[in-house]
């Protein structure tokens, strides 16, 4: 996942972003990194001592970003269809689901954070 792909799930700017990463931030808000962390699947506990938390493994979080973008692309062509009168059934949907994130897996990286 690109600094760039990160600021944009963060809703951050991605100087920010870099300047945290790279640890030239010295003092960022909370907000910052806590949003950073949210982005990148984890989630930050904090007490007397902070510490991360990993919520889940790589490939699910690679997965869960597959499958979101998978049902906005099915629900844009389900849509489509729709308009046309040539509705599919739902276990069709299921498949085009299914293959579609298969594909965006496969594929390069960047697609799966690009919209």
């Not at 799930?9 to 949003?35: C, F, H, K």
């Not at 299921?94 to 954070?113: C, K, S, Y």
């Amino acid at each position: 996942m690109s600094k760039k792909a990160v600021a944009k799930q963060a809703q951050l700017a991605s100087a920010t972003v870099d300047r945290i990463l790279s640890g030239r931030e010295e003092s960022p808000r909370i907000s910052n990194p806590a949003a950073i962390a949210a982005a990148l699947g984890v989630q930050v506990n904090l007490g007397a001592i902070t510490t991360v938390t990993e919520l889940q493994s790589a490939h699910e979080f690679r997965r869960e970003q597959a499958l979101k973008k998978a049902k906005r692309i099915v629900g844009l062509v389900q849509g489509t269809m729709g308009l046309e009168s040539q509705a599919v059934e739902q276990g069709t949907l299921n498949d085009m689901l299914e293959q579609t994130v298969a594909e965006l897996l496969a594929g390069p990286p960047r697609r799966l954070w690009d919209d």
